[in-house]
């Protein structure tokens, strides 16, 4: 009962004043979907109804929720110190889980910068490439090339390099000048439901090529992608792409960076994408899973030759003009180490390589439903494409999203795309759980 009065308060009054983000905020305000616990595999909303996640909430809980080692590590950081001052002095912890970092990092990247979030994370790399030309006596080097459908945060440097339409229109005359975008990879005539890496689409990278014949190479930075797309709705990258765009940015002096926010910390098998997918960039943005999502952190980490370079600075001078009062929190750092403790103990990345043979059956299986256009999947990220409905972009996708919620499974929508993307300590019953939760709503919603 007391739940009760209070999600219905909730419901009625004091929603007023939260301005939500990436929200359609009159429609949750007269129909709110409000979580208040949440327990290994399930939330419980404020009625205390179990909800399967079948999200890692926003790409964040690999290792599933209520970690008690996680709170016990960050109750235990908060009496021994709260925060600890960020420039020009430091705590033990931040170093730590540097090296802990490092250690799971591919190998030659052995630096980590701390931010706050997978945006901050990304406006961090693509200044850490500025800085390092300059350096380096390229300072001419300063173009961007992302790539359309891209997802890099929020920030004025991620929006820029990112390739969703709908987040860059409004700021569009403010962007950074000097960015270009490669083709997405997204082909589902050629491409439908195949399962793990599509085999053909790898010539998109070949754009790259054009790119530099354009503007020189001398005048270019770094390529930012990700290894694949999370927020656009979960598009792969054809076998052999990413090897041949790290063969184009090395053969030109172009840094590469795998912006790994979502793959990074096991959903796609290894610690990072770029290790299973055997491509090595020059740096990696992190955030989300790095701390299981319990406190907001992120992290770049680096390649030795771009640290080493941007050290050529005078003695006592600093090298790098950045930093955020929060970088390597020592309280979010204590999280962050309490988690790789977990992903290494519980092998929750060899995990999700044993079971996404289950999962890949498991989504496939959905085919043949109802408006039901393309399935792709990898490690234990999976998105179920729908062809738009005549109500419009995303009708579809929502309605199957909020009947989801209703019966019990937080899916994501991205447009009419579905994606799932669970805790890595998810069960066979749970994938089936999902899926046919899935299955049932997308029958209902046609
Ligand atoms: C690939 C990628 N980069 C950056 C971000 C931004 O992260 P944040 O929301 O923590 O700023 C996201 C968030 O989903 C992401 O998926």
């Not at 530099?212 to 054809?238: F, K, W, Y």
């Not at 092998?347 to 890949?360: A, C, I, M, V, W």
Request: net charge negative; with cysteine; aromatic share 8%.
């Amino acid at each position: 009962m007391e739940d009760f009065n209070k999600a219905d308060q909730v419901a009625t009054g004091t929603l007023e004043h939260y301005w939500m983000p990436f929200t359609a905020n009159r429609q949750f305000k007269q129909s709110p979907r409000l979580l208040a616990q949440a327990e290994g595999m399930y939330y419980k909303d404020v009625n205390g109804r179990p909800v399967l996640d079948g999200t890692a909430g926003l790409w964040c809980c690999n290792a599933g929720h209520g970690r008690k080692a996680i709170s016990e590590a960050v109750s235990k950081q908060i009496h021994e110190m709260d925060y600890a001052p960020s420039f020009q002095m430091g705590h033990p912890l931040a170093f730590e889980l540097a090296e802990r970092l490092a250690a799971i990092a591919p190998k030659g990247i052995n630096k980590v910068f701390f931010t706050n979030s997978g945006s901050e994370s990304v406006d961090t790399a693509l200044k850490i490439a500025l800085n390092y030309h300059r350096a380096r006596g390229e300072a001419t080097r300063t173009r961007f090339i992302g790539r359309e459908l891209g997802y890099h945060g929020v920030g004025f440097g991620g929006i820029s390099v990112g390739g969703i339409g709908g987040n860059r229109r409004t700021f569009s005359q403010q962007l950074l000048q000097g960015v270009d975008h490669l083709p997405h990879t997204l082909d589902i005539q050629q491409n439908a439901f195949c399962k793990g890496l599509p085999e053909t689409g790898a010539e998109k990278a070949e754009v790259l090529e054009q790119l530099v014949t354009l503007h020189g190479a001398e005048n270019i930075a770094a390529v930012i992608v990700e290894p694949m797309s999370g927020s656009a709705g979960v598009i792969l990258p054809p076998q052999g792409y990413l090897k041949r765009l790290r063969e184009i940015t090395r053969k030109y002096g172009i840094l590469l960076i795998f912006d790994e926010v979502i793959t990074g910390f096991g959903r796609v098998g290894d610690a990072f994408a770029s290790q299973r997918w055997g491509v090595t960039p020059d740096m990696i943005t992190t955030a989300k899973a790095l701390n299981n999502g319990t406190i907001p952190m992120g992290a770049v980490l680096i390649d030795d030759a771009i640290y080493d370079a941007s050290m050529d600075a005078p003695e006592g001078a600093i090298e790098l003009y950045h930093g955020y009062t929060y970088s390597g929190h020592p309280v979010a750092a204590a999280a962050a180490i309490a988690t790789l403790d977990i992903y290494q103990e519980e092998q929750l990345f060899e995990r999700t390589k044993s079971l996404e043979g289950y999962f890949e059956k498991a989504v496939h299986s959905l085919k043949g439903l109802p408006n039901l256009i393309d399935i792709r999947n990898t490690g234990l990220v999976a998105g179920i494409q729908f062809s738009p409905s005549d109500k419009g972009i995303g009708k579809r996708g929502f309605g199957i999203f909020e009947t989801c919620f209703k019966n019990g499974t937080l899916v994501r929508a991205t447009a009419d795309t579905i994606a799932l993307s669970p805790p890595l300590i998810v069960d066979e019953a749970q994938i089936d759980q999902m899926v046919n939760t899935l299955s049932d709503a997308i029958t209902t919603v046609g």
